[in-house]
Nanobody
Framework: QVQLVESGGGLVQTGGSLGLSCAAS????????MGWFRQAPGKEREFVGS????????YYADSVKGRFTISRDNAKNTVYLRMNSLKPEDTAVYYC????????????WGQGTQVTVSS
């Protein structure tokens, strides 16, 4: 069982930057693929990006590619999402998620943190 807690959300102006963190309660994160998702009001939850268990194998949605960066520190059981050049359409609740390596289901989710980008 993995418990995930996001932090770092807030209000930022268009073009600004914000960093999110996801702290995990697992004994180690090295067995998990970590991901970030987001859900804007009235829209379905969408994939933002993911990172492999060793820190390689990063994947991003086209909408954030080149602006967002995912990283992880397994020693600290923490995953990060750095968001640059933010746009109003990035406004959403951002969720951290984890899935066990070699599986496809995102089994563990955080409670989410709000990111609001003002125009």
């Amino acid at each position: 069982q993995v418990q995930l807690v996001e932090s770092g959300g807030g209000l930022v102006q268009t073009g600004g930057s914000l960093g999110l963190s996801c702290a995990a309660s697992a004994r180690t994160l090295s067995n998990y693929i970590m991901g970030w998702f987001r859900q804007a009001p009235g829209k379905e939850r969408e994939f933002v990006g993911s990172i492999g268990w060793s820190g390689d194998g990063t994947y991003y949605a086209d909408s954030v590619k080149g602006r967002f960066t995912i990283s992880r520190d397994n020693a600290k059981n923490t995953v990060y999402l750095r968001m640059n050049s933010l746009k109003p359409e990035d406004t959403a609740v951002y969720y951290c998620a984890a899935r066990i390596r070699l599986t496809t289901r995102w089994a563990f989710w955080g409670q989410g943190t709000q990111v609001t980008v003002s125009s």
